[in-house]
């Protein structure tokens, strides 16, 4: 049968290498609603920093003992994790005032301080449905029940009668049911309209005095089951589903007043107004819808006492935010306000001011995702980070299946540096050596049986220092393996020091003067020394990497894909938003990568020897940038050219005239 990713996956445990972590407890926007991080599973959709939904490609956890920090924001509550989790945060100017300038950047947990500001992101995906099909199968008994329309259209008073659905009603055996205050006769009665409009169903109306209420009853067990599957079983689950929730928001309005005219207040005296839910999936999802609006709600818990149950309310308290709920609500208000009291929510993002951090032991699992493309997720108030080398581990194992290897046919040699137990975290074999030094073994598997598929991983600290001279020699050898080099220009592992890649003029741990050393240049290095395939890939483009480690392993010869694999931690220059504004593909350019001399020009775009002057900005070449066949090593070795050693008889193996000549 062919390979899997599954039959690649490690089932005893899950990588740790990245210290960037979320406690159990932290709710993650997805799909989008809101999910506990623990219970993400691969090829679940998240929110990334973008706004938009991102596919989940793995998930990691393990055991942490030591400090976390907990990030409390004003207005979205909080989010706890480990100190080296990169954050994306604005960083207040003064701490008595607001900043004028909204610059973020990634970083750490236990870097921030109060006063800093979060950002989220807005929601920017649509999805502009027109209708939604019901298909059900009626009862062969059933000779009473109201047949329903085959489509629904999602008109605003379909939308409307959605947000009084969740705000005020359940589903009993058979019927939808909805209470109203005896104050909201008008709401009851636009159901009863509504309900008759499109399903063609009666309803029986209760008042009832004595609890002050009117009581709505729909009998039809099949749009029940479908009420329940979309607005989730009981109170403490409502839900909004999906197919509402990515709708255009100029839709999204009705929605929201039937929400608000359900579970909401509004006070004109104040121009202040709450929506409250014991669902907290539903106090997220209509915190995004707010967002889309310009709307930036706080969000209050209340803890749980008596017979009631915690609850969430989502508060408006800025006038300006007033006016533009009643506008949604079709409220007539004479409040004129120019401008929102705090300036903090842009067509892109909240900016949330960090209320307190507060540091604290703790000892238990904690969890990590790689996101598709972006490499980044969202908690409650923030815009969480994940590891690039997870971007890697993933190409690699997707280029495994394409090329229908078994996983007992590839073997993975590393050396030391984050990218070091990658061979841990696949299901083939594997090697982790000594820093610098996975090319020797590597060959030397290679050459005793090169009927396997040797991959080589190492960082450019491990590759383009410590091991530059052992990747020279494999290099001009023409050794028929593929090296897959996680360049993040920084020594990621031993905490930020410059490594052979850190562009000219670059401050850190080690050079608190700006960097005099050229970095070397990977792609030059390889085409002189005699690589046969040099490409260079970006860690945040799947597709692409999956591709060039693919086209890698068919070349015969030694490949070398240098990738460009940012280490938001400690390199807080060469970010991921940093290479998307510089990466090109040198097919798009039409390139022959047969053309060592434009194969040399394209290498010395990047890295730079040095400083660009104030305005000008790099452009790094990604792909295959040259490719040519010539006769690999271990092809020119008559000893092993046709019979690997492994398959050769040890019997006619004689040492004694080596002893011989030794003595």
Not at 211 to 231: A, I, M, P, R
Request: aromatic share 10%.
């Amino acid at each position: 049968m062919p390979t899997t990713l599954k039959d690649l996956e490690i089932t005893y445990d899950k990588p740790n290498w990245c210290p960037g972590c979320v406690v159990p407890n932290t709710f993650i926007q997805t799909n989008p609603s809101a999910t506990l991080v623990a219970n993400i599973k691969k090829n679940d959709k998240v929110i990334a920093s973008d706004g938009k939904t991102h596919v989940v490609t793995e998930t990691m956890s393990h055991i942490h003992n030591g400090v976390v920090y907990q990030l409390v924001s004003k207005y979205f509550g909080e989010t706890t994790l480990t100190q080296e989790h990169p954050v994306l945060a604005v960083r207040r100017k003064y701490r008595k005032l607001q900043n004028i300038e909204f610059k973020s950047e990634w970083i750490e947990a236990g870097e921030l301080q109060a006063g800093d500001y979060l950002l989220y992101p807005i929601l920017k995906e649509t999805r502009n449905i027109q209708t939604i099909n019901l298909s059900y199968v009626r009862k062969t008994k059933d000779t009473k029940g109201k047949i329903l329309p085959k489509q629904i259209v999602l008109s605003n008073s379909f939308l409307r009668l959605c947000g009084y659905y969740i705000a005020e009603g359940y589903v009993h055996r058979r019927s939808i049911n909805l209470t109203f205050h005896i104050k909201e006769q008008e709401y009851a009665d636009d159901v009863i309209q509504i309900m008759e409009e499109i399903f063609n169903l009666s309803s029986k109306k209760v008042l009832r005095k004595g609890k002050q209420t009117v009581d709505l009853s729909f009998n039809s067990s099949y749009l029940s089951e479908f009420f329940e599957e979309w607005f989730g079983k009981g109170a403490i689950a409502k839900k909004i589903p999906d197919f509402l929730m990515f709708l255009p928001k100029e839709k999204q309005g009705e929605l929201i007043k039937g929400l608000w005219r359900g579970d909401g207040w509004v006070s004109q005296k104040t121009h202040r107004a709450s929506f409250k839910t014991i669902s907290k999936v539903l106090c997220e999802q209509v915190k995004v819808l707010l967002l889309r609006f310009g709307i930036l709600p706080i969000i209050s818990v209340y803890k749980a006492y008596g017979m009631h149950k915690m609850s969430y309310a989502i508060q408006l308290r800025d006038p300006y935010d007033f006016s533009l709920l009643a506008k949604i609500l079709s409220m007539e208000d004479n409040i004129v306000v120019a401008s929102r009291t705090r300036n903090l929510i842009t067509s892109d993002f909240a900016f949330l001011p960090i209320k307190k951090i507060e540091k604290k032991k703790y000892k238990g699992p904690v969890y990590n995702m790689e996101v598709e493309t972006e490499n980044a997720y969202v908690s409650e108030n923030a815009i969480l980070h994940n590891c690039g080398d997870f971007g890697v581990w993933v190409s690699i194992k997707n280029a495994i299946v394409q090329l229908g290897l078994n996983p007992w046919e590839v073997v993975l040699v590393s050396g030391i540096g984050c990218s070091g137990k990658l061979p841990y975290w696949v299901k083939t074999y594997g090697f982790n050596g000594l820093h610098g030094r996975p090319m020797p073994p590597a060959e030397a598997i290679k050459l005793a049986n090169h009927g396997l598929t040797v991959i080589v991983i190492g960082g450019d600290g491990d590759q383009y220092s410590e091991g530059a001279n052992h990747l020279i020699h494999a290099m001009r050898r023409n050794i028929n393996i593929t090296l897959i080099v996680h360049n993040n220009q920084i020594y990621g592992l031993t905490t930020g020091q410059y490594s052979p890649t850190t562009d000219i003029g670059e401050k850190n741990k080690t050079t608190p003067v700006p960097t005099v050393e050229a970095p070397v240049n990977p792609m030059s290095l390889a085409l002189a020394a005699g690589a046969t395939f040099v490409a260079r890939g970006f860690a945040g483009d799947n597709k692409q990497e999956t591709e060039l480690i693919v086209a890698g392993i068919k070349h015969k010869g030694f490949s070398i894909i240098d990738t460009m694999q940012p280490c938001v931690t400690f390199n807080h220059k060469n970010t991921f938003s940093w290479f998307y504004e510089r990466v090109y593909k040198v097919e798009a350019q039409g390139h022959d990568p047969k053309n060592k001399q434009k194969a040399f020009a394209l290498a010395e775009q990047w890295p730079l020897r040095a400083p660009l002057k104030e305005g000008e900005k790099e452009h790094i070449p990604t792909g295959i940038l040259f490719q040519e066949d010539r006769p690999t090593w271990e092809d020119g070795i008559p000893q092993i050219s046709q019979t690997p050693l492994v398959k050769q008889p040890l019997q006619n193996i004689d040492i004694l005239p080596i002893l011989k000549d030794l003595a």
